[in-house]
């Protein structure tokens, strides 16, 4: 019954995570449900060998690693970024967004996910984990088995290159 609590516990604090981070790598909702959908699966086989504290670094790692080899399979080269959309959270009612403001944030967009293509597969992950699961360079460097500094360093090395791209692009001054 103890694993059933932890799993529980798990899937309700972290499952919005799993599924963003999802999302951001595979690119689409119904990839990323089913990724997640999965890797609650692989959570539910491993649940006894999961430490609670570690639950949430087991859960990205899993699920970047999961991600990974579906695009691998696929023959897909790189992963999208999702970003929160600003229009939305700005007017709930997303028919009273200006057409030429909804046009202006999918050119940002674009050039921003392009911008994210570039970088390697650990900036890129790191730089997701980080920005938009909000997670510590902890949590990321157990996600990813790698230490701490690599992480810092990794997030640095993305975001200068990302603000390269973007200057190129005219996108930050």
Same mark, same amino acid.
């Given at each position: 019954m103890m694993g059933d609590m932890k799993f529980n516990f798990l899937c309700r604090?972290?499952? %919005? %995570? !799993? #599924?963003?981070?999802?999302r951001s790598l595979m690119g689409n909702d119904e990839d990323a449900a089913d990724a997640s959908q999965d890797v609650m699966v692989k959570l539910w086989e491993n649940i006894d060998n999961i430490s609670t504290l570690k639950g949430k670094a087991w859960m990205m790692r899993t699920t970047r690693n999961h991600c990974f080899n579906l695009l691998r399979s696929r023959r897909r /080269?790189?992963? !999208? *970024? /999702? #970003? @929160? %959309?600003? +229009?939305?959270a700005n007017h709930p009612d997303a028919s009273i967004a200006e057409p030429d403001i909804?046009? @202006?944030?999918? @050119? +940002?967009?674009?050039r921003i996910d392009k911008a994210l293509s570039q970088l390697s597969e650990s900036h890129r992950t !790191? *730089? +997701?984990l980080h920005e938009v699961n909000g997670m510590k360079y902890r949590e990321i460097a157990d996600s990813m088995g790698i230490p701490v500094n690599s992480v810092k360093v990794y997030l640095l090395r993305a975001r200068?290159?990302?603000q390269e791209s973007l200057e190129s692009t005219g996108? /930050?001054?």
């Amino acid at each position: 019954m103890m694993g059933d609590m932890k799993f529980n516990f798990l899937c309700r604090r972290y499952a %919005d %995570d !799993v #599924y963003r981070f999802a999302r951001s790598l595979m690119g689409n909702d119904e990839d990323a449900a089913d990724a997640s959908q999965d890797v609650m699966v692989k959570l539910w086989e491993n649940i006894d060998n999961i430490s609670t504290l570690k639950g949430k670094a087991w859960m990205m790692r899993t699920t970047r690693n999961h991600c990974f080899n579906l695009l691998r399979s696929r023959r897909r /080269v790189s992963a !999208v *970024f /999702v #970003y @929160e %959309d600003s +229009i939305e959270a700005n007017h709930p009612d997303a028919s009273i967004a200006e057409p030429d403001i909804m046009a @202006e944030a999918s @050119e +940002i967009r674009q050039r921003i996910d392009k911008a994210l293509s570039q970088l390697s597969e650990s900036h890129r992950t !790191v *730089f +997701i984990l980080h920005e938009v699961n909000g997670m510590k360079y902890r949590e990321i460097a157990d996600s990813m088995g790698i230490p701490v500094n690599s992480v810092k360093v990794y997030l640095l090395r993305a975001r200068r290159k990302l603000q390269e791209s973007l200057e190129s692009t005219g996108q /930050v001054p």
